[in-house]
């Protein structure tokens, strides 16, 4: 009697259903971590989705959790997705069956007790496509793959091969140091409303010398990144955390490039860097305590052995802009050469 029906549903068996996923008006595709600690929503280029990620594993930008393409939908793109099957499957069904109550009624001849087959499908599921996230302002593109992605925030990897952002990381340590200078004030303020005051401002000193070393970190990490990306770094031997050195680093720069950090940065400013990086020295190795030591490479009288270096708002924004300097002076060398930095301060 259910022919139709019954045939339908065999057909159903493995059968593939196109579904139509909206994309912004730039064309990315939202995602979603589904690491339930992380969650992290973030987008895909749609061309890249579909020709540079794999099936296999696709990494979250800030996480790093590996999944197969199937596992990053938004809970309303499942929905949809969830929806448009049944839809489907309900508008199979309801065909076959009307069919075969037909079939059945047809097949009835007139006599005492008429027995005939009506069907009246229920409630017909509409899915709605879900709505898209609005553009993200951060945009990324991968160095090694080329995938194209965006993220609301700093993304540390990238989603289709997994590589460390390293550029993404520096401009967040910027953007954070910025940030902190700009509303020191009211950070300052805050901090009175949580803490007495001897500690907030005791609190406060120890953000500021976090933020100061925080900056040679950051010159590190970009300056090792462009060393390692310049035509020959492979014959020039470095050792671990050489870029904290400048006198080291900038020996090594000269033997890669043929410039020092003296022939691309002017003398006045390269000077104050050195102080700073100095003066870094002392709060990671004598608790910030000046020595002769300190005295001898600074050659500034003004600093007194035995008294603590102190790190002033101004000291830290002026650190920052010579760093950020000096890193667009070096992106300009290495541009010449080829080598493209997607991260300059400037
Ligand atoms: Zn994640
Ligand atoms: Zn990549």
Not at 7 to 30: C, F, H, M
Not at 118 to 125: C, D, E, R
Not at 275 to 300: M, V
Request: overall charge positive; some cysteine; proline content about 3%.
């Amino acid at each position: 009697m259910f022919k139709n029906l019954l045939r339908e549903l065999n057909d159903l068996n493995g059968q593939i259903i196109g579904i139509k996923i909206p994309v912004d008006e730039k064309g990315y595709l939202d995602r979603k971590c589904p690491n339930s600690e992380c969650g992290k929503k973030f987008k895909i280029n749609f061309e890249d989705w579909k020709n540079i990620v794999r099936d296999e594993a696709v990494f979250c930008p800030v996480c790093k959790n590996e999944a197969p393409s199937t596992e990053w939908n938004t809970a309303e793109q499942q929905e949809y997705i969830n929806n448009q099957g049944i839809s489907h499957i309900q508008d199979t069904f309801s065909k076959a069956i009307q069919k075969d109550a037909k079939h059945f009624n047809k097949q009835q001849k007139p006599g005492f007790i008429n027995i005939s087959l009506s069907y009246k499908p229920g409630n017909k599921i509409i899915p709605i496509p879900p709505a898209v996230a609005k553009e993200l302002e951060q945009n990324y593109e991968c160095n090694i793959c080329m995938c194209r992605y965006s993220f609301l925030g700093t993304a540390y990897f990238c989603p289709s091969c997994g590589n460390e952002n390293i550029q993404g990381n520096l401009k967040e340590g910027i953007s954070n140091i910025e940030n902190f200078i700009n509303k020191h004030s009211e950070i300052k303020q805050a901090l009175k409303k949580v803490l007495s005051e001897e500690n907030s401002e005791s609190y406060f000193s120890q953000i500021i010398e976090e933020h100061y070393c925080k900056i040679v970190s950051i010159f590190q990490k970009h300056a090792e990144y462009l060393f390692n990306n310049y035509p020959g770094s492979d014959k020039v031997k470095i050792r671990k955390n050489l870029f904290q050195n400048l006198y080291e680093s900038s020996a090594k720069w000269k033997e890669l490039t043929g410039k020092s950090y003296e022939d691309i940065l002017d003398s006045q400013q390269y000077n104050k860097v050195k102080e700073h990086f100095q003066i870094r020295h002392l709060l990671a190795h004598t608790a910030g305590i000046i020595d002769e030591d300190f005295i001898n490479k600074t050659n500034n009288n003004s600093y007194i052995v035995g008294k603590r270096i102190i790190i002033t708002i101004e000291k830290l924004n002026d650190f920052l802009v010579l760093i950020k300097g000096f890193i667009s002076a070096m992106n300009k060398e290495f541009r010449k050469k080829g080598v493209r930095s997607t991260f300059d301060p400037c």
